[in-house]
Structure formats: C-alpha cells, structure tokens
C-alpha cells in the first residue's frame, strides 16, 4: 500500500477515503512497523555501543567512591573535604561559651538592651559622646566623624 500524504488542514478520510480504506491504511501502518522493528524488543540500536575501556574499570572505580554507610570517614582528606565544601573552621570547633568554641544557639545573653528599652537614638562625635558625662540608659548612641 501506498500511504498517501495528509496536507494540513485536511481530514484523513479526504486522503484515505471510506472506511475500508481507512482500516486497511492502518493494518499497512501495523506491519510496516513491525516490520522495521522486529527483532528490536529489549535491544539497543546497533549504533549505540561502548569502548570496552568504558566499563574495565568500572569496578576499580566503584571502589574508590565514598560510600554512604561510612559517613565520610572512608574519605583521604577530612580537611580537603571541609575546604571542597566551603565550612571554614567553625566545622572543627566544639559547641559552648568558651573563646576557642561555636555558640551553640541555646544560649542567653546578659547585659543586653532590647528595642522595647530604647526611646531616642542620637548620633554624635565621639567629642560629643565624651563630653555627655553619664549617658540616658534608654539611649541608643552613634558615633559618626
């Protein structure tokens, strides 16, 4: 069978003609589908292929992969790892309030003003500041020049 070109904008039946037609235009189909694909199923086109090169190592490079169940501990470099991972120093540093620790974010501060506790915020030279004698509590105070 020839399969005759659908123009656009056309209705197949125009191109194909009455029903007979049709179902046999698509029993033609069927088969020349099957036909160019026998013999396919579960197999790669014989254009996709790999140098075995590709896959000889694969083993070898498996194993020098770092694996999830060891948490990193399987890794060369620790210290390299921390850099590749851009965590600076902090990720060596224990938890606490002491100067060679990371706060661990439970912590309180004492000492400390609140928004609610300040009522004029003024901006002075550090003369001016100096000059000043004791200073408003409830003052937030800018030193500017």
């Known amino acids: 069978m020839t399969f005759p ?3 656009a904008g ?3 039946s125009a191109a194909i003609g ?3 037609d ?3 235009y698509l029993n033609a189909v069927s088969a020349a589908v099957d036909a160019n694909t026998s013999g396919l199923s579960g197999k790669a086109a014989s254009s996709h292929t790999h140098a075995e090169s590709d896959i000889t190592n694969l083993t070898s490079d498996l194993a020098a992969k770092a694996a999830k169940s060891a948490n990193l501990s399987d890794l060369a470099s620790a210290s390299t790892a921390r850099t590749n991972l ?3 120093n902090a990720a060596t540093k224990d938890t606490g309030t002491g100067s060679t620790q990371v ?6 501060h004492s000492g400390m003003v609140t928004s ?13 500041y100096d000059a000043l004698g004791t200073p408003s509590a409830t003052a937030l105070y800018f030193i500017n020049g």
């Open 5 to 7: 070109t659908i123009p």
């Open 10 to 12: 056309q209705l197949a």
């Open 18 to 20: 009455d029903y007979d």
């Open 22 to 24: 049709f179902i046999a």
């Open 86 to 88: 851009g965590l600076g």
């Open 103 to 108: 706060a661990a974010g439970d912590h309180t």
């Open 116 to 128: 609610s506790e300040i009522t004029t915020i003024v901006a002075l030279t550090q003369a001016e």
